[in-house]
């Protein structure tokens, strides 16, 4: 049942401009899936989805193995889509352009960096849980850095 659906969430990214995960459900639901945005949210995460620019200047959902080289990496996600970082002693705060936090976020969890004890993005905003404050002092200069380099692009 899962793996069928997925399988049909790759075919649908492939052939639809899908923006958001509101969309993607109801393209589901038309297809006879019965599902819940929970589930589709788990889906998208565990399949590391990501969203691309496409040619006409929206973002839409890819998978990370059919995405183009420069938009595939997290140096593209981090430069095009986060807005801000700023930390609070141990908490992390990263803003990303709407409906881009999830994305920002897998990327951010593939990197297992130590330090880092969890994440949780909601639709723009992302926080990041870490170990210690300079934990959250080098993550932010790190992805200040990934904000600024635009060799990806």
């Known amino acids: 049942m899962k793996t069928g ?25 038309s297809e006879g899936y019965s599902v819940t945005q ?8 565990e399949m590391r989805l990501i969203k691309v620019l496409g040619a006409d200047g929206s973002y839409k959902y890819s998978s ?7 938009e595939n990496s997290h140096i ?3 430069s095009t889509a986060v807005t801000s970082v700023d930390y ?3 908490l992390v705060v990263i803003k990303t352009r709407v409906g881009m936090a999830q994305a920002v976020c897998a990327a951010l969890d593939s990197q297992n960096r130590v330090g880092v004890l969890g994440t949780i993005a909601g639709d723009d905003t992302i926080f990041v849980a870490t170990r210690t404050d300079s934990s959250s002092a080098a993550l932010v200069n790190d992805i200040k850095k990934l904000m600024n ?4 692009l």
């Open 149 to 152: 380099d635009k060799k990806g």
């Open 64 to 70: 990370e193995s059919s995405a183009p080289a420069d």
């Open 76 to 78: 593209y996600l981090f």
């Open 5 to 29: 659906r997925q399988t049909k969430i790759l075919q649908l990214i492939r052939d639809n401009n899908i923006e958001t995960q509101a969309e993607l459900l109801m393209l589901l639901r």
């Open 38 to 45: 929970a589930t589709v949210s788990r889906d998208i995460k």
């Open 88 to 90: 609070t002693h141990s």
